[in-house]
């Protein structure tokens, strides 16, 4: 049976056209006045979160002297990349419409092995007990049987991965103990996955029931008043405070503008060969010129010497920036360039037009969940990294909050079918300005709270309001 395309679609203008406009060129001029159309029909994006991001960045820099140097800046990046990165994650499952209170607190589990198998010389029998690690590993075991069931094999494999490192006690490795944090955390959304979508349990009850949950298990692992401290470990220490060579910061640049310029000048040649609708190659070569501008002045500026204490040198592009655009690149290649992606679009758009289609919504919607906790497990080794521990309150306070707001504020609709990860991305850096420069300016945690929660309660309202801008335009 063969697939009927759409034979109409509605442009921003409300106008019905067919798919001839596939094949009309724009000159820069109207392609821009499409553009202002769209953002009149409700199509806002991050502009929102980039206006109000420049904004802040402005009143901050004439309110405090320290807000703009260059290392003020760089620990500004690394203290919101674990946050940021969390937040990627719950894109996923916010695109389904779908919410995971519990993503925090399971990074917290995973930092909590993590710094375990370290401290411990790589015996989590030893450090868990004999009954809490066969229960952890039965756990994992578990997870690793959901996954098949739920055909999510990369689930099974990275379950796998966790049970054969627990059980054979391998020695303390940075690389073996950040593994083994990411598999945890993939186990973890399987277990969440499996609640939402196999079960039917409501996502919101499924997930601060984990919340809690982990939050005892967390208190298990490490102990009322403990911490587990990982400074000491270099590579682990390094991930969020150290920084790339000179040369490495200048490859990272080349590397990154010359990737985002082939492939979006790429596309766009491709596109007027095949005689399809595209951006003007004018407005095209601007984008690409402004990014390369633009992480030119950020490598040269973060290449500089920051240390203000003139017998230390520090310099080079922090690596948790490397960190972000990994995933980064990944997640917008997984959402607009695979079916994956365009599946999770559909169901997010509409669950039962999405079934009736023949895609199975179950397993969808169960992998944003191991998506999503797999990430939170990669914020966490980031977040621990940054301030060398990992203690009961890992993933804990605002950590959550503060994930879910990046998404939100960054331009992912909380009614799902909307977003990007490169939202979350915008998001995390309005919420680490709003958290590192009211710090500067020495303002409490209420005022840090109300100022962070008054900022997401507009991103909503605007995410909001242009939804029913968006369902006003298409009448």
Not at 226 to 253: E, R, Y
Not at 276 to 299: D, F, I, N, R, S
Not at 410 to 425: E, P, Q, Y
Not at 443 to 470: C, E, F, K, M, Y
Request: hydrophobic content about 55%; aromatic content about 8%; overall charge positive.
């Amino acid at each position: 049976m063969t697939e009927t395309p759409a034979t109409e679609k509605i442009d921003t203008g409300g106008a019905i056209s067919d798919f001839g406009i596939d094949t009309t060129t724009q000159s820069s001029g109207e392609a821009l006045r499409d553009y202002f159309a769209r953002l009149r029909g409700g199509e806002l994006g991050s502009l929102p979160a980039v206006l109000g991001l420049a904004a802040m960045v402005l009143v901050f820099w004439v309110l405090s002297d320290s807000f703009l140097t260059l290392d003020n800046t760089a620990n500004l990046l690394a203290q919101g990349a674990g946050k940021m990165i969390i937040a990627m994650g719950l894109v996923f499952v916010l695109l389904l419409g779908e919410i995971d209170l519990s993503a925090g607190t399971a990074s917290g589990v995973a930092a909590a092995v993590m710094a375990m198998h370290y401290v411990r010389s790589g015996n989590l029998l030893g450090g868990m007990g004999s009954t809490v690690f066969y229960v952890f590993v039965a756990g994992l075991v578990v997870a690793a049987g959901l996954a098949l069931f739920m055909r999510i094999w990369a689930g099974a494999v990275m379950a796998g991965i966790a049970i054969v490192i627990a059980m054979v006690g391998a020695a303390p490795n940075p690389w073996i103990e950040m593994l083994l944090a990411v598999c945890v955390g993939t186990a973890i959304g399987v277990v969440t996955g499996f609640l939402v979508s196999k079960i039917g349990m409501p996502s919101f009850v499924v997930t601060l029931a984990l919340f809690i949950t982990w939050q005892g298990v967390i208190l298990q692992f490490i102990g009322d008043g403990g911490v587990f401290g990982i400074g000491t470990q270099p590579v682990l220490f390094s991930v969020a405070n150290g920084n790339l060579p000179v040369l490495g910061s200048w490859v990272l640049f080349v590397v990154a503008a010359g990737g985002y310029a082939a492939v979006v000048l790429g596309e766009h040649f491709s596109r007027l060969k095949r005689g399809l609708v595209t951006m003007p190659t004018p407005l095209v070569l601007a984008k690409a010129g402004a990014v390369a501008l633009v992480g030119a002045v950020a490598t040269f500026a973060l290449t500089l010497n920051r240390s203000p204490n003139e017998s230390i040198v520090i310099q080079g592009v922090p690596y948790v920036v490397p960190i972000v655009l990994v995933v980064l690149v990944i997640g917008t290649y997984v959402l607009n360039r695979t079916r994956y992606g365009r599946h999770i679009y559909a169901v997010g758009g509409n669950a039962e037009a999405a079934r009736r289609a023949g895609i199975n919504v179950g397993k969808i919607r169960a992998s944003v969940f191991v998506v999503t906790s797999s990430l939170a497990a990669l914020g966490a080794i980031v977040y621990s990294s940054k301030v060398g521990s990992v203690d009961p309150q890992a993933g804990g306070l605002n950590t959550l909050l503060f994930a879910v707001g990046a998404a939100v504020i960054g331009g992912t609709s909380l009614f799902g079918g909307r977003g990007k990860v490169f939202h979350a991305v915008v998001g995390g850096l309005v919420l680490a300005v709003v958290e590192n420069g009211l710090g500067l300016l020495k303002q409490p945690a209420a005022v840090v709270n109300i100022v962070t929660g008054l900022v997401l309660l507009l991103a909503a309202t605007v995410d909001a309001l242009s939804r029913r801008r968006a369902a006003v335009s298409t009448r």
